[in-house]
Structures are given as structure tokens and as C-alpha cells.
């Protein structure tokens, strides 16, 4: 089968997928980075860095290029991506497929507290904790920057930019995380609530993990939701069927 597939993201499951289709005889694929990572690390086929210019310029990307069928297997809260994508695929007449892992669930034992968004998250804090392990990605710390009286542990994989709330301590690290690591993290720290998206994944579960043995309160900002019509796989496996590959 001779196909050129466009796959959307660095994600672990873009990476496993880039790495099965570019080992196909007659099998292009080629990864779109953001570029919101310095070093990214290696991936299998041909990559490209930076936006398209929305959904049109990703249109006439998918034409110019002879993509065949696109992949969106960007984080779970790429919501703008995922429109866009949605949107180039049905203009260019291209099939798409979303691949999200799926996300977490509270077990027995969790304090969850969902919430939909950043803002909602900041306006419950001051009644929860006062010292915040925050690990909801260096992009979105604005919604906290007017809490005061309040200490946050942020940890990113690069240093955020301003704004940042008043009392803020920056762990620099990527996953993924042991329970161990995270214990010791949240003893350290003196943490009395963790903060986190629900990006699902085995990668950064173990804070979960650890919040439940401490006993603390997780405020999880829940996912968006899909674009109207479109559906998601949850595996590498999900998404070669949909593309019409065998499993490896």
C-alpha cells in the first residue's frame, strides 16, 4: 500500500505511530511539530516544525504535499489543533483520525475536583490548599498569576515566561515520573493539593498515585470535548485500522 500520512504531534502515541507506519514498504510519514519544544527528541520519517496558517493553510498543505490521510494525535488539549485539523481534512477531502489515550479515572481513595478550565481550577484553589503542585504545562500559568498567599511548585519541561503567580518555585523535569519520585516531591514541598489536566497516559500518572497515598485533593481540569462529528481512538492499533493498516 502506497500512502503518505501526515501524523500531528509529538505525543508518545504520534512517536510509536510515526515509527510502525515509516517501518511499511511504500509508507511516507511525516510528523508536524508545534516547535513549543526546544529538542524534541528523534522521530521516525520526515519532520516539519511550526503551524500552518489554520485550517485552510493546513488544507492546501495536505494538496500541495500529497497527504493521503492525517492523523490528529496531539495532546488531549490541543483543542485549536484538533479544530483545525477536523476542518483541513473535510475541505481537502482527506480522512482524519483522532488518537487520544484515554483519560484518567478516580479510584477508591481519590479527592477529585473536576473542573473545565484553567480559570475555574484558580477560583477553587484558595479554598482547597495553599501550597499548589501545579503540573498543568508552562502555557497556562496566567490563570494563576493574581493568586497570592498561595505557594506554587510548577514543574515544566522548560522555563514558563511571565506571567507567573507572586510565590512560585519552578521544577525543571519530563517524564515520566515514578510514585516514589512523586512522594518524596510532595513531602518536600509540604504540598496540600495537586493541580493537573487530564492528559491521561501512564507517563505522569504516578503523582495521582502519590496524591492518594498522601491523602491530598487533585483538582483535574477536564478535557474539551471533540469537534461536533468527529470521533477518537484510544491506541496505535485503533488508528491503523481506521487508516486501513494491519496491526503490526
Do not use: C, Q, Y
Request: hydrophobic share 45%; charged share 20%.
Amino acid at each position: 500500500m502506497s500512502a503518505h500520512v501526515l501524523v500531528l504531534g509529538g505525543t508518545t502515541e504520534a512517536r510509536e505511530l510515526a515509527a510502525v507506519l515509516a517501518a511499511r514498504p511504500g509508507v511516507r510519514v511525516t510528523s508536524s511539530l508545534a516547535g513549543r519544544v526546544s529538542r524534541p527528541g528523534a522521530l521516525a520519517g520526515d519532520v516539519r516544525v511550526g503551524g500552518f496558517g489554520g485550517a485552510e493553510g493546513l488544507a492546501a498543505w495536505l494538496g500541495e504535499h500529497g497527504v493521503d490521510a492525517v492523523v490528529d494525535a496531539t495532546h488531549p488539549f490541543a483543542s485549536g489543533i484538533t479544530a483545525n485539523a477536523a476542518h483541513a481534512a473535510t475541505a481537502a477531502g482527506r480522512p482524519l483520525v483522532v488518537l487520544r489515550r484515554p483519560g484518567w479515572r478516580p479510584g477508591p481513595g481519590d479527592r477529585w475536583h473536576p473542573v473545565a478550565s484553567l480559570a475555574e481550577a484558580a477560583e477553587l484553589l484558595p479554598g482547597v490548599g495553599r501550597r499548589v503542585f501545579l503540573t498543568t504545562g508552562r502555557l497556562g500559568l496566567a490563570a494563576f498569576a493574581h493568586l497570592a498567599g498561595t505557594h506554587f511548585v510548577v514543574r515544566s519541561v522548560e522555563p514558563p515566561g511571565p506571567p507567573l503567580p507572586p510565590d512560585t518555585e519552578l521544577v525543571l523535569a519530563r517524564g515520566p515520573f515514578t510514585v516514589t519520585g512523586e512522594l518524596e516531591l510532595l513531602r518536600e514541598h509540604r504540598i496540600d493539593v495537586l493541580v493537573t489536566k487530564d492528559s491521561g497516559g501512564e507517563a505522569t500518572a504516578a503523582k495521582l498515585t502519590a496524591a492518594r497515598r498522601l491523602g491530598l485533593p487533585v483538582v483535574v481540569v477536564r478535557r474539551p470535548p471533540l469537534p461536533d462529528g468527529v470521533t477518537a481512538v484510544a491506541d496505535v492499533a485503533g488508528a491503523l485500522e481506521r487508516l486501513g493498516f494491519s496491526a503490526p
